[in-house]
Nanobody, 115 residues
């Protein structure tokens, strides 16, 4: 059984930083494409960042240079380092793992950027 569990969300002031974590079980993180998506209030879920198993990364233009996706294969975990947060980044953030052409999703973690 595959299970993804996010953590690290919370309330942060504009310009602040957060690091999200996604701990995976039942899936080999070293062999998969990992990613982060978000869904803001009244919006559709959108891609934030992805990284393939061979290290190719892709970022949404709105977060390029502010967010960094990374993984720790030994911990079967991937991360999203978010710096320079803006109020428009407020959303529920979801991690996703793509393995054998199937998408596995976490339950989401709320990120609120507000003063």
């Amino acid at each position: 059984q595959v299970l993804l569990v996010e953590s690290g969300g919370g309330l942060v002031q504009p310009g602040g930083s957060l690091r999200l974590s996604c701990v995976a079980s039942g899936i080999p993180v070293r062999d998969i494409t990992v990613g982060w998506y978000r869904q803001g209030p009244g919006k559709q879920r959108e891609l934030v960042a992805t990284e393939t198993s061979d290290g190719y990364t892709r970022y949404a233009s709105s977060v390029e240079g502010r967010f960094t996706i990374a993984r720790d294969n030994a911990k079967n975990t991937w991360y999203l380092q978010m710096d320079g947060l803006k109020p428009e980044y407020t959303a529920v953030y979801f991690c996703k793992g793509l393995w054998h052409q199937y998408n596995y999703w976490g339950q989401g973690t709320q990120v609120t950027v507000s003063s």
